[in-house]
């Protein structure tokens, strides 16, 4: 099992910044593709960003390339989202999730999820 619990969300202005975070505990965190998803009200949840397992390679969607970063810290234990230039259609429930695969962008493939973190920005 692997626990995962998303921090940093809350309300920012458009244009403004913020960082997630996703600590991590349970079994070998380097063992794990690490991905961040989103769900918006009343939209389905999509993928946003993920990392493969030594941080060497990272992915994105289309629609925050460019303004999103994902990075991971092995000794942490943790995953991190930096974003910038957030738009109002950023807004959702950002979480966290492991897969021992390599899969990538498909939700279904993770196997461990966080409960979510909210991210509200303001037009």
């Known amino acids: 099992q692997v626990q995962l619990v998303e921090s940093g969300g809350g309300l920012v202005q458009a244009g403004g910044s913020l960082r997630l975070s996703c600590a991590a505990s349970g079994r070998t965190f380097s063992n794990y593709v690490m991905g961040w998803f989103r769900q918006a009200p009343g939209k389905e949840r999509e993928f946003v960003a993920a990392?493969?397992?030594?941080?060497?390679?990272?992915y994105y969607a289309d629609s925050v390339k460019g303004r999103f970063t994902i990075s991971r810290d092995n000794a942490k234990n943790s995953v991190y989202l930096q974003m910038i230039s957030l738009k109002p259609e950023d807004t959702a429930v950002y979480y966290c999730?492991?897969?021992?695969?390599?899969?990538?962008?498909?939700?279904?493939?993770?196997?461990?999820w966080g409960q979510g973190t909210q991210v509200t920005v303001s037009s």
């Open positions: 999730a492991a897969n021992p695969r390599l899969a990538l962008y498909d939700e279904h493939e993770y196997d461990y």
């Open positions: 990392i493969t397992w030594s941080g060497a390679a990272t």
